[in-house]
């Protein structure tokens, strides 16, 4: 009974808190509009979507048979190069180094011959053995205890295997689409049964919800992905020298002028800027950062420092057109309390830096092409922001 007492006085100030912030006089209609929309474009890709779910969910239905049929099949006689091409194919999904392995089939024994790392031997000739028309596999490898000494094990990229579909880090339409009922039924289910364990069931089912939405890997999605839990780019074209874009945009403590999203930006000690921006429900985010690369009419690179609230890191390119404009394109990765799901919140309740970004760069352009632009409520000039320049 407490309990039920409990969770009905949190979903009832819940309610409460969302009727408020979609019915306040100042902001409320932007708000609603704003839900209205991501709820309406939800929607288009949700229509969008069926199309290809239908279209994996064919090739998948023909791959189980194709898959079927091959172990009905699998004491007959494969051809030699057949049997090599599979070898190759499978070898591609556990190897770091795949140039340094040969194959060679003859009467269903593969031979393996090359040089190979100590932790592929093992998943690799599992895997061979497992193919079609494979009797027999004759390991002929050169284990590379020290591969800092083989030419032909330098480089390369670690492979993750063969993985469940599940934990890749982009699950195929049809995953999601079963991730997704599943999941929805889970929080169903805990939602009906209103006690302690209810609620355990409807967050693994929200949990699963927003894996199949986003489809992002689960560190990124619960935000244990470093600074890479969403991904943002933009471009924007300004009617300027790239020197001109280039110098306004590198006085990062001018950016409040302007800016409508960020608060404040301040130098500190050993080249640490500290920013403060807008965050969801009229709060404030903050972080340090360091430049970390700086080329003249070229690019600025930045990377949040360790501990920071909101963990980010970025590139901003400048490219001269050749007709007296300059391509601005904007590459940022950032970490939000909570990853992915974070994100999603803090979009619905109005801060959306996607859109934030978008609305920051027109105000930038208007200020570098007409002189000014409006942010906080006041308009600013050009010459204003110029000469607070230091």
Known sequence: MEWKKATSAIGAAAAGAATAYLLDPDQGRRRRALVRDKVVHTGHVVGDSSGVVARDLVHRVRGLLAQRRSWLLRGQHVPPRRMEERARSVMGRIVSHPGAIDFDASDGTLVVSGYILKREVEPLLKALHELPGVKQVENRLEVGRHPERMPSLQGGRRREGVVPDL??????????????????????????????????????????????????????????????????????????????????????????????????????????????????????????????????DRRISWKSVPGSEVGNAGTVWFHDTGRGTTRVHIQMVYSPPAGAIGHAVAALLGADPIRQMDEDLVRFKSLIERGKTSAHGEQVTREEVEAAVV
Do not use: K
Not at 204 to 224: Q, Y
Not at 238 to 248: L, M, S
């Open 167 to 296: 934990f890749q880090r982009r699950m195929a339409p049809t995953t999601r689409l079963l991730l997704g009922a599943g999941a929805v039924s889970l929080m169903s289910y805990g939602l009906r049964r209103r006690n302690a364990l209810g609620w355990v069931w409807s967050s693994l089912g929200m949990l699963g919800i927003a894996r199949a939405g986003f489809n992002v890997e689960w560190r990124r999605l619960l935000g244990f992905g470093g600074r890479e839990a969403v991904r943002l780019q933009n471009t924007i074209e300004v009617a300027a020298p790239v020197h001109e874009v280039f110098e306004f945009f590198s006085h990062f403590e001018n950016f409040p002028r302007f800016m409508q999203h960020i608060r404040r930006v301040r130098p500190g000690e050993h080249g640490i800027w500290h920013w403060e921006a807008d965050g969801p429900l009229g709060t404030t985010v903050s972080w340090d950062g360091v430049v970390t690369r700086m080329e003249p």
